[in-house]
């Protein structure tokens, strides 16, 4: 069972729900793999760019935002569903990368980065200095660590480079990334977990290697 008894949530469904509602209907210890995509601040208000309601940046800015405990209430609800050696797949940018994000979930020893990949997006975007034309997936690992054991694919560069075409979401994600990283780390039935899911591209990654997707989005859904 991966649902609770009586849960309203659907497999293989835009669930338009709140992400810890969502969480409170999974049963403990049934989900492989977690993609999480946290909307944050951090980044608009440290450099303050004063382009937030304009064009590109308006979508961005306007999305509900997480602080430090929501993030980390979400892991605290991960490290309950999640497999033993499942895996998170966390989406960051390059501030919260060099400020660190190993406080969101420094109160749970039962996670440890085990890897990261980084996506070249193929487009220029902001910043004073360098321009950013990168994010990065931190790839965390719930205990015990195991490798061979847990991953299959073992030609996955750690630089991707892959646009997104026909965006619909400000933070939309590479489709074949997540594909890719879907078909590394679980088998055909399985279940997939995205709480933040936007776009839902991991939802149709799910659809084209015949996993089951367990997600929604508190702004977007049926």
Known sequence: MILK?????????????DGFELLNQLEDNTIK???????????????????????????????????????????????????????????????????GVQSWFKDFPEYECV????WNKGKIGMGYRTRRKSEFLVIIQKAPKKAKATWTIHNIPDVWDEKVENRIHAHQKPLSLQKTLIEATTNEGDYILDVCAGSYSVFEACKQTNRNFIGGDIEYGE
């Open 33 to 99: 793999t977690i993609f999480f995509d946290p909307q944050y601040r951090g980044i608009l208000d440290k450099m303050n760019y004063g382009n937030e309601g304009v064009q590109r940046m308006q979508a961005r800015s306007a999305l509900p935002q997480m602080d430090f405990e929501t993030i980390q209430k979400f892991f605290k609800e991960f490290s309950r569903v999640l497999m033993p050696s499942g895996y998170i797949f966390l989406w960051v940018d390059k501030f919260h990368l060099v400020e």
């Open 115 to 118: 890897d990261m990949i980084v």
């Open 5 to 17: 008894e009586n849960s309203t949530v659907k497999v293989n469904f835009k669930n338009k729900i």
